[in-house]
């Protein structure tokens, strides 16, 4: 069984450009969220989507988009990236809420 | 405002000793307390978890000890491995929310 898997690994964008993570839950798990890791510090949340809706979302800016699919995997989408976006995004997936999975997390730098 | 209050920041142990991390929490709705180890370039993985209504939960040589009436829970790592060399995260959610609010983290070294 496929834990959580997440793409890319490693990412470089440019300060001002649009990048898209990928991220595929655990099997049996329908609950996907999305945490910013900065080094040295524990993840923040940054949102969370059930049955393709966002059920909650933590104090990100509106750069900070997503989406669930059908067969509940998910994309976070960050606009007009700052250097400040540079982080380790780690996708968590859970069944209806309880205990979450992370993924192995897409290292994002912006430079 | 942070939430969750984790401490040491860092801890070093010898191999065989007891380690022990501490967290403190803020918001009496939280009703899961989980602990994630991370290694580098790692994602967290779920190490143990509690719900309130349980002083303590023993899962080999993990352990989690709960105080309501304090808002703290602690993890204690019995006969310490040089590969249990890792940063701990104690977090807290609500029920069914998924949400979790992290610690900042606890990095802990076993020296052999």
């Known amino acids: 069984d496929a834990g959580v898997t997440q793409s890319p690994t490693h990412l470089i964008k440019t300060r001002g450009q649009q990048v898209t993570l990928r991220c595929s839950p655990k099997?049996?798990?329908?609950?996907v969220s999305w945490y910013q890791q900065a080094l040295g510090q524990g993840p923040q949340f940054i949102f969370q989507y059930y049955e393709e809706e966002e059920r909650q979302r933590g104090n990100f800016p509106d750069r900070f988009s997503g989406h669930q699919f059908p067969n509940y995997s998910s994309e976070l989408n960050v606009n007009a990236l700052l250097l400040g976006d540079s982080a380790l995004y780690l996708c968590?997936?859970?069944?209806?809420?309880?205990?979450?999975?992370f993924g192995p997390g897409t290292r994002l730098t912006v430079t | 405002q942070q939430q969750v209050k984790q401490s040491p920041q860092s801890l070093i142990v010898q191999k065989g000793g007891i380690s022990i991390i501490n967290c403190a929490y803020e918001?009496?709705?939280?009703?899961?307390f989980p602990w994630y180890q991370q290694f580098p370039g790692k994602g967290p993985a779920l190490l143990i978890a509690i719900r309130p209504d349980v002083s303590e939960k023993k899962e080999g040589r993990f352990t989690i000890s709960f105080n309501k009436s304090a808002k703290q829970f602690s993890l204690h790592i019995m006969d310490s491995q040089p590969g249990d060399s890792a940063t701990y995260f104690c977090?807290?959610?609500?029920?069914?929310?998924?949400?979790?609010?992290f610690g900042d983290g606890t990095t802990l070294t076993v020296k052999p």
């Open positions: 968590a997936s859970s069944f209806q809420g309880y205990e979450q999975y």
């Open positions: 918001n009496t709705a939280f009703d899961y």
């Open positions: 099997s049996g798990h329908d609950t």
């Open positions: 977090a807290a959610s609500m029920s069914n929310a998924g949400k979790s609010t």
